[in-house]
T-cell receptor, first 110, second 115 residues
C-alpha cells in the first residue's frame, strides 16, 4: 500500500533553518502536503505543492519536490520557538483521503 | 465562522463498552473524513463520506467500527465492544468538495481512552 516516511526528530537553534524530509511511494499523487500539529491543537495545513512543480515558496516556508526520487522537503527559514511542533508530510489517496507520515517533532532551542 | 467541532473532547470508557463520537463539519462542506491518531503516529484514514453515503470505508479496522452521516452534515463514529487498542485520538475533517486538492479542515479531535 501507499506509504509516507519521515525522520522522527529534529532539533535546531532559534534563527537557524530547519529542513524536514519525507519520502513517499505513490507516484500518482497529484498534491503533497505539509501539516503542523501543536500540542492540544488540531492539524493545520501549512502548505502544499502540485506534483508538476519542483519548488514552492511561501514566506519563510520552501517546499522542494523531487518526483523522480519521491522525496519532499520542507524548509523553514529563521526558525522561531513558535515553530516547535510536529510536522506531518501527507500524500493523497484515491478518494482524496490523506496518507500521513508519522510526523517529525521539531524542537527549537533559544 | 465556526470550524470543525468534535464532541466530546475526551472520553474514558471501560473495555467492552459502546461509544459514540460526534463531528460537526463546517457548514456547506460535502465531504467528511474520519481519521485515527495513535500515540506517536500520524493520523490514519478510517472512512470518508460524500454527502450522506460512505464513499470509502476501507480504513475501518473491523466490524466493531461504524459511522453514519444521515443528513449529510453531522457524523457519528460508533465503536462497539471497545478494546484497549482502540485508545487514540479520533480526528474528523471536512472539505468543501471531494477528491484531489480540496483542503481538509480538521477538528481538535476526541481523545478516547479505553481502560
Amino acid at each position: 500500500g501507499e506509504d509516507v516516511e519521515q525522520s522522527l526528530f529534529l532539533s535546531v537553534r532559534e534563527g537557524d533553518s530547519s529542513v524536514i524530509n519525507c519520502t513517499y511511494t505513490d507516484s500518482s499523487s497529484t498534491y503533497l502536503y505539509w501539516y503542523k500539529q501543536e500540542p492540544g491543537a488540531g492539524l493545520q495545513l501549512l502548505t502544499y505543492i502540485f506534483s508538476n512543480m519542483d519548488m514552492k515558496q511561501d514566506q519563510r516556508l520552501t517546499v522542494l519536490l523531487n518526483k523522480k526520487d519521491k522525496h519532499l522537503s520542507l524548509r523553514i527559514a529563521d526558525t522561531q520557538t513558535g515553530d516547535s511542533a510536529i510536522y506531518f508530510c501527507a500524500d493523497e489517496g484515491s478518494q482524496g483521503n490523506l496518507i500521513f507520515g508519522k510526523g517529525t517533532k521539531l524542537s527549537v532551542k533559544p | 465562522g465556526a470550524g470543525v467541532s468534535q464532541t466530546p473532547s475526551n472520553k474514558v470508557t471501560e473495555k467492552g463498552k459502546y461509544v459514540e463520537l460526534r463531528c460537526d463539519p463546517i457548514s456547506g462542506h460535502t465531504a467528511l473524513y474520519w481519521y485515527r491518531q495513535s500515540l506517536g503516529q500520524g493520523p490514519e484514514f478510517l472512512i470518508y463520506f460524500q454527502g450522506t453515503g460512505a464513499a470509502d470505508d476501507s480504513g475501518l479496522p473491523n466490524d466493531r467500527f461504524f459511522a453514519v452521516r444521515p443528513e449529510g452534515s453531522v457524523s457519528t463514529l460508533k465503536i462497539q465492544r471497545t478494546e484497549r487498542g482502540d485508545s487514540a485520538v479520533y480526528l474528523c475533517a471536512s472539505s468543501l468538495g471531494f477528491g484531489s486538492h480540496n483542503e481538509q479542515f480538521f477538528g481538535p479531535g476526541t481523545r478516547l481512552t479505553v481502560l
